[in-house]
């Protein structure tokens, strides 16, 4: 005689794995482009990286090409009117020179030209 009873079960049990089986498939799909855009976002974060030490370096090179040349000039030419003092003064408490000011106006521009949230907060300011 025949169990449908055991029949209508190992149906179900048959349908039930396939269903799961579906369902695994479709995880590994997502997985798999998960991996592949966490790999994409990883490179995007090396070069990043990169391109984050280069202007820091180039930055740090131009300080020094700067202040070679702000020496000279302050030894040639002490009183130009890049060293005139403004009204303000930074943080530790030096007043701050015309040639001083001129580094957070043009950090101010370029922020907002750039959209950087918050750019204040961002460069030391005279006060």
Do not use: W
Request: net charge positive; hydrophobic share 40%; charged share 25%.
């Amino acid at each position: 005689m025949l169990n449908f009873e055991a029949i209508g079960a190992a149906i179900g049990q048959a349908r039930a794995v396939d269903s799961y089986n579906a369902h695994l498939a479709q995880l590994s799909r997502a997985n798999e482009a998960f991996s592949t855009q966490n790999d994409e976002l990883r490179k995007e974060i090396a070069n990043l990286k990169i391109l984050l030490m280069k202007k820091t370096c180039y930055t740090e090179a131009l300080d020094g090409q700067l202040m070679a040349v702000v020496a000279e000039l302050r030894r040639v030419n002490p009183g130009n009117a890049l060293f005139i003092k403004t009204e303000r003064k930074h943080p530790n408490g030096n007043p701050e020179t015309r040639l001083g000011a001129i580094l957070p106006k043009a950090f101010d521009a370029e922020a907002v030209k750039i959209g950087l949230p918050n750019y204040k907060t961002h460069r030391r300011e005279a006060v």
